[in-house]
């Protein structure tokens, strides 16, 4: 980024604390920042403060007369006009259109789009998309995969280190059940012709007998066990079983745009699971309890944000985390525990994030309290997500009730696209059609995914991502494609002196604010971990740019209109590229 552009927001709220300072006769904290945020409504002005009101109540002061006292302190110049109070207390903020025009010149020339690096910087472990063996993707791993692959881009841009580890469920007794199923009830010509849905269906053919006949389950058992004594038949099998989901996982990640640091299987952790048990007996953080290995609640935190009990009939009772069953297997949380030490230790991460959905979000609090425990203070969140809902507000389902395999939907989203592309741009050339169809129907499925709050079901509607109006991946990609459109007239003459850009219309005024702040935006992605931010961002700056682009002429206008214009639409063209790409979505040039 250039060097001195602090974003807008950055510098008032530096102003601001200038300002409190003669204030209060030291009163106010020394650590107090005030909290500076875009308008929400910009006819009053671009940004906002509630400081005063904040600050009336620990000053027992009238919040008016507080804001004007701050007012007169505050120093405007080369930023923004004098701030104004607004209802009980709120000032505004309006940016004069010179430090706007002169913002948006820097930005023509700034790689990074206004955006710094964040000062301090770690190394990210992030666990997503993490689908299972023998299982094909379906649409329920879009959401860790996409949401996984937006966050990991974003921090990288922000400058920290990040390891995108895909962890795949290979391990454990759903593998005993694959392998019993091959050696019994395999179908050769099934699998010859689609591998994938030939070991899924042996999996659910066999968990569902297992259920039911002790039997049966007995076996799959001794099957797991042999895998993980190593038994040749077994190992070379089971890499097989690994081998076959991930080429069709590949095929997928490749489609989405999505790479992976590292594919460490749960399989990887196998060897330091039985130490581990060990150790935390020895520790005294587990215990037997019928002949099964847990650990238990150890009473030194509120009952209510204690992961290991339940309120259950008015009391608080155990709901231990199981390390090692009764027969000697351990457990989906075994391995989480062995996994965070390698991450720790080994891959050194700062920060480890899980995407994964809601449904284990016990198992993370539980696991997160064990972490606790045995005093790692690695920060370990959960970015947890909800379901994805058909129409009827059940779990989505294909129209035979399975859950659609995720290369189904990408499929049947480019066929849609591919109609609205021959309709709207038949003169195009068919290969040129077919790669704007791909972009748009790959993009209409993500976008869809990151504009929804994330911790919220929500609904899949075809008809709604593929929709050319509202906050939708056409309507993005077609704002993108009429800035590349101004360039193309252009024939790449761009190049505006400095002096010569001025902001004076109401339009070209909020695109530009909306593109000073995209520097604000990125930094808070991170910070609760909502891609539907950035959407929304560019929806507004697709929206505020479509007006714009109605009200005032670009190549057809006087200088220094002109240059000024054609700036914003450089700048918006950029930013929304930029921005897309950050939600792993690529814009073609033209649709
Ligand atoms: N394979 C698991 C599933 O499909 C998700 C794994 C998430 N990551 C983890 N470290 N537990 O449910």
């Known amino acids: 980024m250039i060097e001195g552009m602090v974003t807008f927001s950055e510098q008032l709220t530096q102003r601001l604390i200038d300002a409190l300072g003669p204030i209060g006769h030291g009163n106010i904290q020394e650590e107090f920042i005030p909290v500076v ?49 607004a209802g009980p207390g709120f000032i505004n903020f309006r940016i004069t259109n010179d430090i ?23 190394r990210l472990l992030i666990d997503f998309s993490s689908p299972n063996v023998a299982k094909p993707m379906h649409i329920g791993h879009i959401r860790s995969t996409i949401i996984g692959d937006c966050i990991a881009r974003t921090a990288r841009f922000l400058g920290h280190e990040v390891i995108a580890d895909n962890h795949i469920g290979d391990w454990g007794t759903p593998m005993g059940q694959v392998l019993y199923g091959w050696k019994n009830h395999l179908n050769e010509n099934d699998f010859t012709a689609n591998p994938i849905s030939e070991l899924l269906r042996l999996y659910q053919l066999v968990k569902q007998q297992s259920e039911s006949d002790p039997e049966i389950a007995e076996q799959c058992l001794k099957e797991t066990v042999k895998l993980q004594s190593g038994d040749p038949e077994n190992l070379a099998l089971w890499k097989q079983f690994i081998e076959i989901t991930l080429s069709g996982a590949q095929e997928i990640y490749k489609r989405l745009d999505i790479h992976f640091d590292t594919t460490l299987g749960e399989s990887f952790y196998d060897q330091h699971l039985a130490p581990l048990v060990e150790r935390l007996l020895a520790e005294g953080i587990a215990q037997e309890s019928d002949g099964a290995i847990c650990i238990f609640s150890s009473n030194d935190l509120d009952p209510k944000e204690d992961p290991l009990l339940v309120q259950r009939d008015g009391e608080w009772r155990p709901i231990p985390c199981m390390i090692r069953k009764k027969d000697g297997g351990f457990n989906y949380a075994t391995t989480d525990i062995a996994t965070i030490d390698y991450r720790v230790n080994d891959q050194k991460a700062d920060e480890i994030l899980y995407v994964v959905d809601d449904r284990q979000s016990l198992h993370f609090r539980q696991l997160f309290e064990v972490a606790r425990r045995r005093g790692i203070n690695t920060c370990l969140r959960h970015i947890a997500f909800g379901k994805i809902l058909g129409d009827d507000r059940k779990p989505f389902k294909t129209r035979e009730g399975t859950v659609p395999a995720l290369g189904n939907v990408l499929d049947e ?27 748009i129907g790959v993009g209409a499925v993500k976008y869809a995914e990151l504009s929804q709050a994330r911790s919220s079901d929500y609904i899949f509607s075809w008809e709604k991502m ?34 010569s850009l001025s902001i004076s219309e109401a339009a070209e005024r909020s695109i530009a604010i909306k593109l000073c702040q995209y520097g604000e935006i990125l930094p808070q992605i991170l910070c609760d971990h909502r891609p539907n931010l950035l959407a929304s961002y560019l929806y ?5 740019f479509h007006s714009f682009y109605e009200q005032c002429p670009v190549l057809n206008a006087e200088e220094p209109a002109r240059s000024t214009r054609i700036a914003l639409c450089d700048t918006t063209s950029r930013v929304l590229r930029h921005g897309l790409n950050l939600l792993g979505i690529s814009p073609p040039e033209r649709m």
Do not use: H, W
């Not at 025009?101 to 770690?122: C, F, H, M, Q, W």
């Not at 507004?540 to 505020?544: M, S, T």
């Open 100 to 122: 706007l025009a002169s913002r948006i010149y820097s930005l023509t020339g700034d790689e990074r789009l206004g955006v710094a690096l964040e000062n301090s910087t770690k």
């Open 540 to 544: 507004e700056l697709a929206q505020g």
């Open 466 to 499: 593929l929709a050319l109006q509202g906050n939708t991946a056409p309507y993005m990609i077609n704002a993108y494609v009429r800035t590349r459109s101004i360039f193309r007239k252009l024939e790449g003459n761009l190049e505006y002196p400095a002096d």
């Open 37 to 85: 945020t875009a308008a929400t409504d910009t006819r009053f002005g671009d940004y906002q403060t509630n400081v005063a009101m904040t600050l009336a109540k620990t000053l027992r002061t009238n919040p008016r007369e507080l804001a004007s006292q701050i007012i007169e302190n505050f120093d405007v110049s080369g930023l923004c006009d004098t701030p104004e109070i």
């Open 413 to 439: 989203a480019v066929d849609r696209a591919r109609k609205i592309v021959d309709e709207k741009s038949s003169e195009l050339p068919e290969d040129e059609r077919a790669d704007i169809a791909e972009k």
